[in-house]
Structure formats: C-alpha cells, structure tokens
T-cell receptor, first 113, second 115 residues
Framework: QKEVEQNSGPLSVPEGAIASLNCTYS??????FFWYRQYSGKSPELIMS????GDKEDGRFTAQLNKASQYVSLLIRDSQPSDSATYLC?????????????FGKGTKLSVKP | EAGVTQFPSHSVIEKGQTVTLRCDPI?????LYWYRRVMGKEIKFLLH????????ESGMPNNRFLAERTGGTYSTLKVQPAELEDSGVYFC?????????????FGPGTRLTVL
C-alpha cells in the first residue's frame, strides 16, 4: 500500500525562524510531489510543487526532493504567525496510470510571535 | 476565475438516510476528483472523473457510494444509506489535465456528520 509519512507535530517555531517540514513516501514510481497548506476549516491550498531532485525556491518557501531516499521537505524561512497551519505532503505518479494524490496526515505548524 | 465550490458546507443526517453532495469544478477543468478525510486520518482519494467518464474509482469504499458527472460539468456524490463511519470531510478538486505538472485545486469541503 502506497504511503506518505509526516511527523504530525505540532511543530512550534518562533517568528523569524526557519521551519523545516519533512515527508517520506513509499512508492518509488511517484513522479510529482506537492506541499499543500490547510488552515483550520479551510480547503488545502497548493504552495509548492517539485518534480525533479534538488531544491526549488519560491519566495520564503524551498522544497527539497531526494528520490533516492524517497524524501521531500519544505523549508519556510522567516516564519510568520500567518504561516501557522497544517502542511500536507502529497505525491502522485501523474503521467502514469493514476492522477490521484496520496496525502500524508499533515504536520501542524505553530509560529509564535 | 471562480474556484471549486461545494454544497452543502455541512450536513447532519441520521444513519440510514441518504445524502447527496455536489461539486462544481473550475470552468474548463476536465478532471474532477473526490477525496475524503475521516477524523484523525489522512485525506484519501475516492475517485477521478475525466469529463463525464470515471477514470479511476479504486478509492470508493463500497457500493453505498455513487458518483456521477453528467455532461462533464458538476459532479454529485451520493451516500445511500449512510453509516456512522461515513462521517468526515468530503473534498472535491479539479484540474485542467492530469499530466505531471497539472495542479489540483481543492474546494472548501462538505463536512458530513452521520448520527
């Protein structure tokens, strides 16, 4: 069974610090990797996608992918209280036989002012 | 551009009753997905439509669940009869394609409570 594992947290960091969120996945054929942010009671919102090994930066967010280790991470620099949310890691083998996303349970991040 | 919309936002029903959830995808998105999150668990895939056709329904839990997408626009998910374990948040998502770089946009979800 394909699985995505995340530390459920809560992860608490002070304002201005770097928050590091980690995710591992079990299916080696996974091709696409996503980080969604979900505020309480709201819909998941895509913040980062990554498809190849290495780092991808977008503003304060950096996604890192290591397919050999089946590991993907999200770094949030200069964390703000507004970053407090649950971060969901999702993987897919888009382009293969399936288009659905496989989610982890999410890591709850709390940024303290 | 309007996002994915879902109706109702909340539904409370008794065991054995029927409930129908509706999803309106982003205009022009041929791909529509249903997901579900039950308490304490991860969001899980239910099924995937490409236009009006079911591309993948491997996540549907049992035959009490029926999804339709007539005309390839909005979709409905009917639960009949509802059981206690069906309680959770049902999300709909849509995407233009289902290639490597296609993004799924999620709706706000329908919170279903079965008493």
């Amino acid at each position: 069974q394909k699985e995505v594992e995340q530390n459920s947290g809560p992860l608490s960091v002070p304002e201005g610090a770097i928050a590091s969120l980690n995710c591992t996945y079990s299916d080696r054929v996974s091709q696409s990797f996503f980080w969604y942010r979900q505020y309480s009671g709201k819909s998941p919102e895509l913040i980062m996608s990554i498809y190849s090994n290495g780092d991808k930066e977008d503003g304060r967010f950096t996604a890192q992918l290591n397919k050999a280790s089946q590991y993907v991470s999200l770094l949030i620099r200069d964390s703000q209280p507004s970053d407090s949310a649950t971060y969901l890691c999702a993987v897919s083998n888009y382009g293969g036989s399936q288009g659905n996303l496989i989610f982890g349970k999410g890591t709850k991040l709390s940024v303290k002012p | 551009e309007a996002g994915v919309t879902q109706f109702p936002s909340h539904s409370v029903i008794e065991k054995g009753q029927t409930v129908t959830l509706r999803c309106d995808p982003i205009s022009g998105h041929d791909n529509l997905y249903w997901y579900r999150r039950v308490m304490g668990k991860e969001i899980k895939f239910l099924l995937h439509f490409v236009k009006e056709s079911k591309q993948d329904e491997s996540g549907m839990p049992n035959n009490r669940f029926l999804a339709e997408r007539t005309g390839g626009t909005y979709s409905t998910l009917k639960v009949q009869p509802a059981e206690l374990e069906d309680s959770g948040v049902y999300f709909c998502a849509s995407s233009r394609g289902w290639g490597t770089t296609d993004t799924q946009y999620f709706g706000p979800g329908t919170r279903l409570t079965v008493l």
